[in-house]
């Protein structure tokens, strides 16, 4: 009965996973699109890829384990953005965020300080963990999530995304 709990979840996560990979394989029909940004011009970089390996939780769990990200986002006009992020969650299971956002540049004035938004749809936390997110209804729940970013140079950026009450993420960006 297990495994088979088990074979569900990775067949959800491969089909959403499938799904979202198409839709930025395409996405100069996709994202704008959802975005409604019509035909706009050509962005300076066509995205960026994130990794994340360590997530500091607020509270200890032994049920805690490591989290890793794997993020690549599509740009588009107006310091927006639509991407998808696989990941391992805080309990073990595999997971994937397909969201759109927002970047703000020139936080207090530092023009290598920069906000970034996400909204979107996450997918992994299932039994016996379906109560660690919020509205989450058969491992699928809305998220909303915020970051604190510093520009190294024209391509590289550290962030640090707040993930609500359960912790921070490190991550490491790529612009491409």
């Not at 499938?18 to 394989?25: E, I, N, Q, Y």
């Not at 936390?125 to 970051?147: D, R």
């Not at 609500?164 to 490491?172: E, I, K, R, T």
């Amino acid at each position: 009965m297990k495994l088979l709990a088990q074979l569900k979840t990775w067949g959800m996560f491969w089909a959403l996973a499938f799904t979202a990979m198409t839709a930025l394989a395409d996405s100069a029909r996709y994202c704008p699109s959802f975005l409604g940004v019509p035909g706009a011009q050509a962005p300076l970089h066509r995205g960026e890829i994130t990794l994340s390996p360590y997530t500091h939780h607020w509270s200890h769990s032994p049920e805690h384990k490591p989290v890793v990200l794997l993020a690549l986002d599509e740009t588009l006009p107006g310091n927006r953005f639509c991407g998808v992020s696989f990941f391992s969650n805080s309990f073990g299971q595999p997971s994937v965020y397909v969201y759109a956002g927002q970047q703000f540049n020139g936080l207090l004035g530092s023009p290598k300080m920069f906000v970034k938004v996400t909204a979107g749809i996450l997918y992994g936390y299932v039994a016996p963990y379906e109560n660690k997110v919020p509205l989450n209804h058969n491992g699928f729940s809305p998220a909303l999530i915020p970051s604190l970013g510093y520009k190294i140079n024209t391509q590289d950026s550290v962030q640090m995304k707040i993930l609500g009450n359960a912790g921070l993420m490190f991550s490491w960006g790529r612009l491409f």
